[in-house]
């Protein structure tokens, strides 16, 4: 079946723009995480959702990002008023259960920002 | 100090050898343990799963969890050139999981 999809795969932004990033979680998986991936570093955790629930958004850095998933399904995260830092591969992952374990990742976009 | 640590290697071996990675944790609440394997410019790849300590083996992987020691561990028999990639654990319990930084591992044939 599909696997966990991103878009856009690759995302150049100027400093200052705002972008959104869309995640289409395997079907009926109930637990999407998103996560910021740095070069040679692992996924560091942003934000969950269970449903359309945010449940934890506790890893967000800043203000400037904001997540939503409105139907229990895709998932946009949205960064505004974007700087250099957030340059980095966006990683969302998706879970059958409510547990959060075994989660399936998609393939990233890569956020350049100039 | 880190939720998770793990040697970031690299590590080479020749093709047909036995890999072993392992990573420490500090969370003794921790209670769901994954191995992923990640290809350059991908997104990563579930491995392996486990809940308990003890071992899990799947084909040529084995997951190992010691919680008493919060040790954790990814053996790979008969290493082949197609494993060459980056290993990264990751652990955690409730909403929240932890990755290590990753080992790159090559194998060489």
């Known amino acids: 079946g599909a696997g966990v999809s991103q878009s856009p795969r690759y995302k150049v932004a100027k400093r200052g723009q705002d972008v959104a990033l869309r995640c289409d979680p395997i079907s009926g998986h109930v637990s999407l995480f998103w996560y910021q991936q740095a070069l040679g570093q692992g996924p560091e955790f942003l934000t969950y959702f269970q449903n359309e629930a945010q449940l934890d958004k506790s890893g967000l850095p800043s203000d400037r990002f904001f997540a939503e998933r409105p139907e229990g399904s895709v998932s946009t995260l949205k960064i505004q008023r974007t700087q250099q830092e957030d340059s980095a591969v966006y990683l969302c992952?998706?879970?059958?259960?409510?547990?959060?374990?075994?989660?399936?990742f998609g393939p990233g976009t890569r956020l350049t920002v100039t | 100090q880190k939720e998770v640590e793990q040697d970031p290697g690299p590590l080479s071996v020749p093709e047909g050898a036995i890999v072993s990675l392992n990573c420490t944790y500090s969370?003794?609440?921790?209670?769901?343990f994954m191995w992923y394997r990640q290809y350059s410019r991908k997104g990563p790849e579930l491995l392996m799963y486990?809940?308990?300590?003890g071992n899990k083996e799947d084909g040529r992987f084995t997951a190992q969890v010691d919680k008493s020691s919060k040790y954790i561990s990814l053996f790979i028999r008969d290493s082949q050139p197609s494993d060459s990639a980056t290993y990264l654990c990751?652990?955690?319990?409730?909403?929240?999981?932890?990755f290590g930084t990753g080992t790159s591992l090559t194998v060489i044939p």
């Open positions: 969370n003794s609440a921790f209670q769901y």
């Open positions: 990751a652990m955690g319990s409730g909403n929240q999981f932890y």
């Open positions: 486990t809940y308990s300590s």
């Open positions: 992952a998706s879970s059958l259960t409510s547990l959060g374990n075994e989660q399936y």
